[in-house]
């Protein structure tokens, strides 16, 4: 027993030394009123400063420099601007904005300083090993030799031509509703594109308002006073001016849009004709589109025979088929002739298979000459109307529209300037919208039958007359359809 009460006492001063280190942190460390301990001066010189050696220039006598090294406090510290591609203004000044966020702080720069530009200035981490580069401004004092460093930010600025506040848009848009109380139809629809339109419309509208140039409130009509506003808002703002400018530059020698619609028009196939006249036949005259020459070799006495003995004529068209005999109970001679012209073209149009790029292949010549011929043409005539449409053993898609062209005009002529294309597009088998879109490039409109129209061919309803249409040449002189505004030359939008 007096062994073991000997070890303990033995034993005890070791539990008493933690107390005593305790002791001494205490007296090496302050508690601050708040709580927080308060490190001694000495120990946060060595985390902060440094004393390094170094060899003076031109002598060998080492000297100490003490370095200090200030941590940046959050965002706040030096920043080191670089600027690639572009020179910076002297005497600019940058307005700093910080983003708090613990895991990636992030700084900006923005200067409005100059007139017609704004400068921009961020880090920039493309992921390359520069990214881990850090930078440091020093400034040393010989007398102390003591060197004072403070980690810096590397930035790079962009220039960028000052865009309208959003702010001073609204602004605008509401003034000019305030002292025009009734909107015109397109803000109407982009007040409505804006309010219940999807992205892509919502999208575009704003693209659209963004690059109008915008008059003064209550000029938007095209007068003196309104183009004079609009020099005037040009001329307040370089920015658009400069661009404006350089627009002007580039579009010189374009075409303006009378000369691609007169480039169109001459691109057209379409018949002789005479866009100032101001009847169908002098507009398109038969005798320059078939030619006096072939009018005079076409016989069209067989015919007139036929129908007088009381005998019906069958042809391969319907078309022709229901026009001949009341024709010839008219006698109308020359458009009798005019209609076998038709039937001619419509053999040679039967007679080719659709191919490629809109053109069609034809058919073996002899076969060809066979179904032109029974209809009482000689061969070299009907030799001299296919060669005028034909390139050998193919047509182009110019000459197959320029086929279709000859047709429809030559039924304007047979139908007094009132088309019903019901029969004309069985013959030809292409579709309705195809047949109207030849009519149009003449000048002429496609619409349906009137009531007297429907009444006079024995349909009684409007059910009976719906793939019935009527194509006119209403207005005289001809006027073509123009080219769609950002279409592609030949194409479709």
């Known amino acids: 027993m007096a062994q073991k009460e000997k070890k303990r006492s033995l034993s005890q001063p070791a539990r008493d030394k933690p107390e005593r280190s305790s002791q001494k942190k205490r007296k090496r460390h302050s508690e601050l009123p708040n709580g927080e301990a308060q490190t001694s001066s000495k120990k946060k010189q060595k985390t902060n400063e440094s004393t390094v050696t170094v060899l003076d220039d031109g002598s060998q006598d080492a000297r100490k420099i003490r370095i200090t090294h200030f941590p940046p406090k959050g965002q706040q510290g030096p920043v080191l601007l670089h600027s690639s591609g572009i020179k910076l203004v002297e005497d600019i000044s940058f307005q700093a904005f910080h983003k708090d966020d613990p895991d990636k702080p992030e700084i900006l720069l923005h200067s409005s300083d100059h007139p017609r530009l704004n400068y921009t200035a961020r880090e920039q981490l493309d992921g390359s090993t520069d990214d881990y580069l850090e930078h440091y401004i020093g400034v040393y004092d010989p007398g102390r030799k003591h060197l004072s460093l403070m980690q810096a930010k590397k930035m790079s600025a962009t220039r960028s031509f000052r865009a309208e506040d959003a702010e001073m848009q609204a602004v ?30 919502k999208k575009n509208i704003s693209t659209r308002q963004q690059n109008t140039i915008n008059t003064e409130p209550g000029r938007s009509e095209n007068t003196a006073e309104s183009r004079v506003a609009v020099s005037s808002s040009i001329a307040a703002n370089p920015s658009q001016s400069a661009i404006l400018n350089a627009v002007a530059v580039s579009s010189q020698g374009a075409p303006t849009r009378a000369d691609v619609q007169a480039e169109a028009d001459a691109a057209k196939p379409r018949p002789p004709h005479n866009p100032s006249a101001t009847t169908l036949e002098d507009a398109y005259n038969v005798s320059d589109i078939v030619g006096q020459d072939i009018l005079e070799k076409v016989k069209v006495k067989p015919w007139v025979d036929a129908v007088e003995a ?22 109308e001679i020359k458009k009798l002739k005019v209609i076998k012209y038709i039937l001619l073209l419509m053999e040679l149009w039967k007679a080719g298979k659709p191919g490629r790029d809109g053109g069609r292949k034809l058919e073996k010549r002899s076969t060809i000459m066979q179904n032109m011929t029974q209809y009482g043409v000689d061969e070299p005539l009907a030799a001299e109307i296919k060669d005028r449409f034909c390139n050998g053993g193919q047509m182009t898609s110019i000459q197959t529209t320029r086929l279709l062209l000859h047709i429809c005009v030559l039924t304007l002529h047979i139908d007094e300037n009132a088309s019903d294309t019901f029969d004309l597009r069985r013959d030809l088998n292409i579709a309705p919208e195809a047949l109207s879109s030849h009519y149009q490039d003449l000048g002429a409109k496609v619409a349906p039958m009137s009531e007297r129209q429907r009444s006079l061919q024995g349909l009684g309803s409007k059910a009976e007359a719906h793939e019935h249409r009527v194509a006119r040449i209403e207005k005289f002189p001809l006027e073509f359809p123009r080219q769609r505004r950002g279409a592609p030359a030949g194409g479709r939008r």
């Open 172 to 201: 605008r848009a509401q003034s000019n509703r305030a002292t025009d109380p009734t909107p015109s139809k397109t803000s109407r629809r982009s007040d409505l594109g804006l309010e219940f339109g999807n992205k892509k419309m």
């Open 310 to 331: 009381g005998e019906s004529i069958q042809t391969s068209s319907i078309y022709a088929s229901h026009r001949i005999q009341d024709l010839v109970f008219d006698h």
